[in-house]
C-alpha cells in the first residue's frame, strides 16, 4: 500500500468522498420522505402492508447494474439513474421500520393522548413519531450505511456515477492495489461516520431512553436492529 | 412493457439453455456461490451470536461488527481481493458471506437475548449446566429469528452474487455485465429478471426449512 | 419537552424538504469539471467522453488539456461502460468529442465490412456515420485488437499466425472483453475471415486488462485479445499472432465528434493531437498509466506541453 499515493491525491479522495455522501444520503432522504407516508398508511390500514412490503422486498432484489441500464434509456446518464435505484432500495429497510416504529407505540400511551384531547395529527406528532425514534432511527443506519456503500456500483456506468466507486475501477484497470484499497477505505470510514452521525442524532431526540430501565430500551432497540438487518 | 417482452424472447430462446454460456450452467453457478457464502455467513454468525447473547456481553461488538459489515462496499473488496488472485472462487465467497453476516449475527443475538426468561430461569434451576440452557433452551426459542436471519441474508446475497461476474466468475451477472457490454437489453433484463425470481425463491425455501425445524410451540408464540 | 419536540421535528422536516429542493434543482451533479448537461453542449463548451480502458481515458484527458489551452470550456465523462452505450450518447450530442478508432468504429457501425486498409476503412467510416457526427483526421497512431499467445505455447504448437490457431481450436479457450464474442473483430470474424471457431471456448474476462493478462499467463485461456499497444505484451514475452487477412483492420485513432457541437478552433486543435500521435508515443503514454502508475491527467498534460499542444 502506498500512502505517498494516497497523500498526493487526497483532493481527488476529498472530491469523491464528496459525491459518495451526496449520492448516498440523497437517496436516504428521498426513501424517508417516501417511506414515512407509505409506512402511515400501511400502519393505519394493515391490509395494505403485506403487497408493499412485497414490492418494496422485490424491488430490493434487483441487481444494482441491471437497474442503472435499465434507466439510462429513460433518465439519461445523470445523477438521478443512480439515485432513483438507491431510493427504492431503501424502501425495504424504511418502510418496515416506520411501520414497526408506529405500531410499537404502547396503546395505553396513544389512549392517554387521546383523552388528554390530542387529535389525530398532535398525536402522531408529538407522541407516535418521537416514540418511534429508536426504531426509526436504526432503520435509517442500516439504510444510510448500505446506500453509502451501494453507490460504489454506479462506477461501473461512468467516473462521476460512483462516487469512491471511482478508485475501485480505476485500481483495477491498471492493477494498482493501492488505489482500491483507499476507496474501500475511504467508503467505510464514510458510511460509519454517517452511521455515528445518527446514533447521535437518535440519542439527542430521545433523552428520555435514558432515564428507562438499561435492559428495556436495549431488548426494544435490539429488536428494532433484528427487523431491520 | 417492451422489457418484459424482450426478456421472454430471450428467455425462450432454446441456444440460451445450452453451453457454458446457458441459463442452467450460469444458475448453478449463481446458486452455488450463494449457498457456500451462507454457509460460511452461519457458520461465523450464529456460534458468535449464540455465544454473545447467551452471555448477555458484547451486544455493542455485534452491532458494531454488522455495521462494519454492512459497510464494507463489496465491488471495492472483490477487486481488491481478485486482483491478489485473479479468478479464484474464495473472494467472491468471501464478500457475499461478509454481506450475509450482518443479518444472521444480530438475528441470532437477538433470538438469543429474547428467549423466554422463564424458561431460562427454569432450566437453570432444573440444573442444566450453560452449555445445556443455551443448546436445549435458548438456541430452540432463538430458531425463528435465526432462520429470519438467513433468509435476510440469503436475499442479500442471492441478488448481489450478480457481481461475480464482474471479475468473470460467472453466475447470473454474467448475463448483464455481457448485456450491458453489447448493449443487448434483453439479456440484461433476463439477467436481472431470474436474478430477481431466484431471490425470492430463496425467500421461499428458507421460510419452509424455517418451518420444518421450527417447533410448533415456539412458532405459535413468535 | 413539548416545544422541544416540536422544534426539533419542524427542523428535521424542514432539512428534509430542503435537500429534496436542492436536490430537485440540481440533477446533474455539482462538481463543475465533471458531470453530462441536459442541454448537452453547445459550441464553445464541449463534453469529453471515453470508453471503460485507460488508453482511451488517457486521450480523452490530451484532448481536453488541448481543448482548454484554447479557451474552450471542458467537462468529461470518462470510463462509460463500453462504446455501444457510448456512442448513443454522442449521437444525442450528450457527448460532444470521443476518441475512436476507425476500424473498430466501422466494424461497430457495419458489422459486415471487409475493409482492411487505413483509406477503404476511412471512406466506408465517413458514409456509413450518422450525418450528425463526424470524424476528424486518424491519426498514424494505431491500436489494435491483437491475439496473444504465451511464448511457451508459441513454440510448442508452431503458432505465428492467427491462422494457425486452426490447429488448436479444438483446445485453447480464447480469452476477451465481453463484447468480443459477438464482435465481427472478435468471435464472430475469427469463425467467418480464418475459419477458427471459438462461439464455445471463450471466456469473457475485462478490458484486457490485469484479468486477461493474468488468465494468459497462468493458462486459464491460452489465447488472448490484448490490445497491442498494451505494456504487458512485451512485459510478459507474449507472442502476438499476424493477421494477414487483416481481421483486425486500420485502427488508426480518430477524433469523433458531434458536429453541432464543435466549431473550427476545436476541429483544429483536435487534429494537431492526431498529428502529433504515433504508436510508439501511445505505447508509451499508456505504459506511464498502465505500469508506472501515474496519473492519467498527469501524462496527459505533461504530453501535451512536450509535443507543443498547449
Redesign the interface.
Known amino acids: 500500500m502506498d500512502w505517498g499515493?494516497v497523500s498526493d491525491?487526497l483532493d481527488l479522495v476529498g472530491?469523491y468522498t464528496?459525491?459518495n455522501a451526496?449520492l448516498g444520503?440523497?437517496a436516504v432522504?428521498?426513501g424517508?420522505?417516501v417511506s414515512l407516508p407509505l409506512g402511515l398508511l400501511c400502519a393505519r390500514y394493515r391490509w395494505l402492508y403485506a403487497p408493499i412490503s412485497a414490492l418494496a422486498?422485490?424491488l430490493?432484489?434487483?441487481?444494482s447494474?441491471?437497474?442503472f441500464?435499465?434507466l439510462?434509456d429513460f433518465t439519461?446518464?445523470?445523477?438521478?439513474t443512480i439515485?432513483i435505484p438507491l431510493t427504492l432500495y431503501t424502501l425495504s429497510v424504511l418502510v418496515p421500520a416506520v411501520v414497526d416504529g408506529l405500531t410499537n407505540v404502547p396503546e395505553h400511551v396513544r389512549q392517554a393522548a387521546t383523552a388528554m384531547g390530542f387529535g389525530p395529527l398532535r398525536r402522531l406528532?408529538?407522541v407516535e413519531?418521537?416514540l418511534s425514534i429508536p426504531v426509526l432511527i436504526a432503520g435509517l443506519?442500516?439504510a444510510t450505511?448500505?446506500s453509502?456503500?451501494?453507490v460504489?456500483?454506479g462506477?461501473?456506468?461512468?467516473?462521476?456515477f460512483g462516487g469512491?466507486?471511482y478508485?475501485?475501477?480505476?485500481?483495477?484497470?491498471?492493477?494498482?492495489?493501492?488505489?482500491?484499497?483507499t476507496?474501500?477505505i475511504a467508503?467505510?470510514v464514510l458510511?460509519?461516520a454517517a452511521?455515528l452521525v445518527l446514533v447521535a442524532v437518535g440519542r439527542l431526540?430521545t433523552p428520555w431512553v435514558r432515564r428507562s430501565p438499561r435492559t428495556v430500551i436495549?431488548?426494544r432497540t435490539?429488536?428494532a436492529?433484528?427487523r431491520a438487518? | 412493457m417492451s422489457i418484459f417482452t424482450d426478456f421472454w424472447g430471450w428467455f425462450t430462446t432454446g441456444a440460451n439453455w445450452h453451453g457454458s454460456d446457458g441459463i442452467p450452467a450460469r444458475l448453478s453457478e449463481h446458486v452455488q456461490y450463494c449457498l457456500l457464502a451462507l454457509a460460511l455467513a452461519s457458520a461465523v454468525g450464529i456460534p458468535i451470536g449464540l455465544l454473545t447473547g447467551h452471555f448477555r456481553r458484547g451486544g455493542l461488538a455485534v452491532t458494531a461488527l454488522s455495521t462494519a459489515a454492512r459497510a464494507l462496499p463489496t465491488l471495492g473488496i472483490l477487486y481488491v481481493l481478485a486482483s491478489y488472485q485473479p479468478l479464484a472462487v474464495f473472494p467472491v465467497i468471501l464478500v457475499l458471506a461478509a454481506l450475509g453476516l450482518p443479518s444472521i449475527l444480530v438475528n441470532t443475538y437477538t433470538g438469543v437475548v429474547q428467549a423466554d426468561p422463564d424458561a431460562v430461569d427454569a432450566a437453570r434451576g432444573m440444573g442444566m449446566r450453560p452449555s445445556q440452557v443455551l443448546l436445549r433452551v435458548e438456541l430452540p426459542s432463538a430458531l425463528p429469528l435465526i432462520w429470519l436471519g438467513i433468509r435476510l441474508a440469503a436475499f442479500q446475497v442471492v441478488s448481489t452474487a450478480t457481481i461475480a461476474a464482474f471479475v468473470s466468475l460467472g453466475g447470473l451477472g454474467n448475463y448483464i455485465r455481457f448485456g450491458l457490454a453489447t448493449r443487448d437489453y434483453p439479456q440484461v433484463v433476463g439477467g436481472a429478471v431470474l436474478t430477481v425470481v431466484l431471490a425470492l425463491l430463496s425467500l421461499l425455501v428458507v421460510s419452509l426449512a424455517a418451518r420444518l425445524t421450527v417447533s410448533k410451540g415456539i412458532r405459535a408464540r413468535s | 419537552m413539548k416545544r422541544r419536540t416540536r422544534l426539533l421535528s419542524t427542523l428535521a422536516l424542514a432539512a428534509i424538504t430542503a435537500t429534496a429542493l436542492a436536490a430537485c434543482g440540481s440533477s446533474s451533479n455539482p462538481v463543475s469539471s465533471e458531470g453530462g448537461n441536459d442541454s448537452g453542449s453547445s459550441a464553445g463548451s464541449v463534453v469529453i467522453g471515453s470508453t471503460n480502458f485507460p488508453e482511451n481515458e488517457l486521450l480523452a484527458n490530451i484532448y481536453a488539456d488541448v481543448l482548454r489551452a484554447k479557451g474552450v470550456k471542458v467537462s468529461t465523462q470518462l470510463n462509460i461502460g463500453s462504446r455501444e452505450i457510448v456512442y448513443k450518447l454522442i449521437q444525442s450530442g450528450k457527448i460532444t468529442v470521443l476518441p475512436e478508432y476507425n476500424g473498430a468504429l466501422l466494424a461497430y457501425l457495419d458489422p459486415k465490412t471487409t475493409a482492411t486498409t487505413k483509406d477503404a476503412t476511412d471512406q466506408e467510416l465517413s458514409a456509413k456515420l450518422d450525418p450528425k457526427l463526424e470524424v476528424l483526421e486518424p491519426s498514424s497512431a494505431e491500436d489494435k485488437d491483437s491475439l496473444n499467445v504465451t511464448k511457451a505455447n508459441a513454440e510448442k504448437y508452431d503458432l505465428h499466425s492467427i491462422a494457425d490457431l486452426t490447429k488448436v481450436a479444438d483446445t485453447f479457450t480464447l480469452g476477451g472483453p465481453p463484447e468480443f464474442k459477438t464482435r465481427l473483430q472478435g468471435v464472430v470474424g475469427l469463425k467467418s475471415v480464418y475459419g477458427v471457431d471459438f462461439s464455445d471456448r471463450f471466456q469473457p474476462l475485462d478490458e484486457a486488462g490485469k484479468l486477461t493478462i493474468d488468465a494468459l499467463k497462468d493458462g486459464s485461456v491460452q489465447v488472448a485479445d490484448i490490445f497491442s499497444t498494451d505494456p504487458s505484451i512485451v512485459a510478459n514475452n507474449f507472442v502476438t499472432l499476424t493477421d494477414p487477412k487483416g481481421l483486425f483492420g486500420a485502427q488508426n485513432v480518430v477524433p469523433l465528434v458531434y458536429k453541432a457541437g464543435v466549431n473550427q478552433t476545436i476541429v483544429d486543435a483536435l487534429n494537431a493531437v492526431s498529428a502529433k500521435l504515433d504508436t510508439p508515443t501511445l505505447a508509451r503514454l499508456v505504459s506511464e498509466v498502465v505500469s508506472d502508475k501515474k496519473d492519467s491527467t498527469v501524462v496527459a498534460s505533461e504530453f501535451a506541453k512536450s509535443a507543443g499542444l498547449v
Open positions: 499515493w491525491h472530491h464528496g459525491r451526496y444520503l440523497i432522504a428521498f424517508f420522505l422486498t422485490a430490493y432484489a434487483i441487481p447494474l441491471a437497474f441500464v435499465v439510462l439519461g446518464l445523470q445523477d438521478r439515485i406528532l408529538q413519531l418521537p443506519r442500516v450505511v448500505s453509502i456503500s451501494l460504489s456500483v462506477s461501473l456506468l461512468g467516473d462521476s469512491l466507486g478508485f475501485f475501477t480505476r485500481g483495477y484497470q491498471i492493477d494498482y492495489p493501492t488505489e482500491i484499497w476507496g474501500v467508503v467505510v458510511a460509519l452511521d431526540l436495549r431488548r435490539a429488536r436492529q433484528a438487518a
